[in-house]
């Protein structure tokens, strides 16, 4: 069946470094979503990427998708201590009545401040 | 903001007996979802409902597992005869397509 890796797995920085996490996908994705997780919380919707190449970006957030739809990266410039969580991203290969996610791990962003 | 709604929050039970989740999707949405989280690891999916009936399951989601639609509103979970390896935060997610918005979860916990 379908495989997201992400990584790394963790992550600590400074605040105010950068930070990045890589999704890829084992399959050809039909669209990929970030969502963010704070500890003891639920996945928060963050974007979802549906072309080819897409970039997007959400104030200090980049969120990019490979040309062949098979892997995703989320940057985050200079980080802050509210940017503390963890970063999931989740393949869809939607169509018909099923729009099931498959998540990777996870990065766990940790920031010092 | 419309939200999912989950209940109970935390839910403890004795191995064996059985549970059932509750969920409130939102309102317009067509899609549900059962999700799970086992402590520190990554959200897994169990179930896909729409339109009345299950569209896609998980290996997870074995023969104790089942999802209902009782009305207009809820959409629950049932875990029949639950095991040790059952504990974990149980999340609802519902959509009119993409994105998925989920619930707080409930967090369970078999003794």
């Known amino acids: 069946g379908q495989q997201v890796m992400q990584i790394p797995q963790y992550q600590h920085v400074q605040e105010g470094e950068d930070f990045t996490t890589y999704c890829n996908s084992s399959?050809?994705?039909?669209?990929i979503q970030w969502y963010k997780q704070r500890p003891g919380g639920h996945p928060v919707f963050l974007i979802q990427l549906v072309k080819s190449g897409e970039v997007k970006k959400q104030k200090r957030l980049t969120f990019q998708f490979g040309e062949a739809k098979k892997n995703s990266s989320l940057h985050i410039t200079a980080t802050q201590t509210t940017d503390v969580g963890t970063y999931f991203c989740?393949?869809?290969?939607?169509?018909?009545?099923?729009?099931?996610?498959?998540f990777g791990k996870g990065t766990l962003l940790t920031v010092n401040p | 903001e419309p939200e999912v709604t989950q209940t109970p929050s935390h839910q403890v039970t004795q191995m064996g007996q059985e549970v059932i989740l509750r969920c409130v999707p939102i309102?317009?949405?067509?899609?549900f979802y059962w999700y799970r989280q086992i402590l520190g690891q990554k959200v897994e999916f169990l179930v896909s409902?729409?339109?009345?009936?299950?569209?896609?399951k998980s290996e997870i989601f074995d023969d104790q597992f089942s999802v209902e639609r009782p009305d207009g509103s809820n959409f629950t979970l049932k875990i029949r005869s639950t095991k040790l390896e059952d504990s974990a935060m149980y999340f609802c997610a519902s959509s009119g397509g993409q994105p998925q918005h989920f619930g707080d979860g409930t967090r369970l916990s078999i003794l």
């Open positions: 989740a393949g869809s290969n939607s169509g018909g009545s099923n729009y099931k996610l498959t």
């Open positions: 399959t050809t994705l039909s669209n």
């Open positions: 409902f729409y339109n009345n009936e299950i569209s896609e």
């Open positions: 309102s317009n949405h067509l899609y």
